[in-house]
């Protein structure tokens, strides 16, 4: 039996609820799974957290013999699954066959996984095709389909507004941090600040569309000081808000630990204007805790909640209890801790029970990574936590995905 990502979502909840031990078929089955089901898939959904491309550059986009577009290949390019697996690459203007005789079994062992898991739903619901047991006649028709429906962007929007019943998407335009654009009607703009601690050295940064100093430029004012530099922030932010930013983002937990110390100003000021080659290492981390802290107090100022990537990433510094204090220190500040801190699920509830009026928690992408962990996060958050403190996002690339 296959089921949406929406039900397999509410199985959690239902799980929480129903306490017998025994939740099988039988159950799902049953009127009363059936109504509750029906009555949660007619709420509209705020999904927090996206990565919608602009529609002519989806990450998942190759070319094909028809012409480029969007194939089977493309959509698992585009996935979870490649981060974690290998998956034989898509080579461009080759028949179908060449790509689906290997690739069809790079999912052999995976099966299991979430990472492989979280799309067969999608090509369930939308395709009605059983991934698991697909037929070399079938993976060329669900590949011609797939093309077909990417030849014009209504296949996003209906799968996303009518069949996934979204009705606002935060999206994350990390391809594009400071152009403050939405590319779709059910878009929501998020300003990403990832890039803003590294401005001590315009050399930091490789294109405009990341660059404070080019925005500097573009707004007329000059950046040669500290105190300079902290003006364009400001400045970032009005035009952040103005453009209509409800949220901040960043995802500096790939690159750095997430503990962030109050660092005087003086010592920021001493790195800037030199580049990277210039400066030590604890110089340039010096640099980017001053600035976070005045990001954070820039989230408070603007009235825009910090989005904030914990967990999955690198890991040696990812642990969102290394938050703690940033967060302690900055009340006025409304904290989202990402990705449920995945792995570490229990550390971000007892954060949250502890400092309860300034944190959230948001499961996005948690459940694609790892089911089992979404499971046993549900069921101790809402042990511990109100319902409304839990946000969810897809994170996805394209709308199957999505
Ligand atoms: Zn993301």
């Not at 005087?264 to 600035?291: C, H, M, Q, V, Y």
């Not at 948690?366 to 958050?381: C, G, N």
């Amino acid at each position: 039996m296959y089921k949406s990502r929406r039900s397999q979502q509410w199985e959690w909840m239902l799980g929480v609820c129903v306490t017998s031990a025994v939740w099988g078929e039988s159950q799902r089955e049953s009127a009363t799974h059936g109504r509750i089901k029906a009555a949660i898939d007619a709420v509209p959904e705020i999904d927090t957290h996206d990565h919608l491309w602009p529609f002519d550059r989806l990450p998942g986009l190759v070319e094909t013999q028809r012409g480029k577009g969007m194939n089977l290949a493309g959509i698992w390019r585009s996935s979870y699954f490649a981060g974690v697996h290998r998956l034989t690459p898509w080579i461009p203007g080759s028949p179908f066959s060449a790509w689906w005789d290997k690739a069809k079994h790079d999912f052999d062992n995976a099966r299991a996984t979430s990472v492989y898991r979280y799309q067969l739903p999608a090509f369930a619901d939308l395709y009605s095709v059983d991934f698991d047991h697909l037929t070399d006649q079938q993976a060329r028709d669900l590949d011609d389909r797939i093309f077909a429906h990417y030849r014009n962007k209504s296949w996003t929007y209906h799968v996303i507004t009518e069949r996934a019943n979204i009705e606002l998407m935060f999206n994350d335009p990390y391809w594009g941090r400071l152009d403050f654009k939405t590319d779709y009607p059910f878009g929501v703009l998020v300003f990403n600040v990832t890039t803003l601690v590294a401005g001590f050295h315009p050399s930091e940064f490789k294109q405009a569309s990341d660059d404070p100093y080019h925005f500097a430029r573009n707004q007329g004012l000059k950046v040669e000081s500290l105190d300079d530099y902290l003006v364009v922030l400001d400045r970032l932010f009005q035009q952040a808000r103005a453009a209509g930013a409800v949220c901040l983002k960043t995802t500096l937990a790939y690159q750095r630990t997430l503990r962030f110390e109050n660092v005087p100003r003086e010592s920021a000021s001493r790195a800037f204007g030199r580049p990277r080659s210039g400066l030590t290492t604890s110089e340039i981390k010096n640099f980017e805790d001053f600035i976070m802290w005045r990001l954070v107090e820039l989230s408070a100022r603007y009235d825009l909640p910090f989005q904030i990537h914990t967990g999955h990433g690198r890991i040696q510094g990812s642990n969102p209890m290394t938050l703690v204090d940033l967060i302690e220190a900055n009340p006025r500040t409304k904290f989202i801790l990402f990705h449920g801190g995945f792995p570490w699920v229990g550390e971000t509830g007892i954060i949250l029970m502890r400092l309860p009026s300034q944190v959230w928690l948001d499961s996005v992408w948690m459940p694609t990574l790892s089911y089992a962990t979404a499971k046993r996060a549900f069921h101790e958050w809402l042990d511990v936590m109100p319902s409304d403190r839990i946000m969810w996002g897809g994170d996805g690339n394209h709308a199957e995905g999505i």
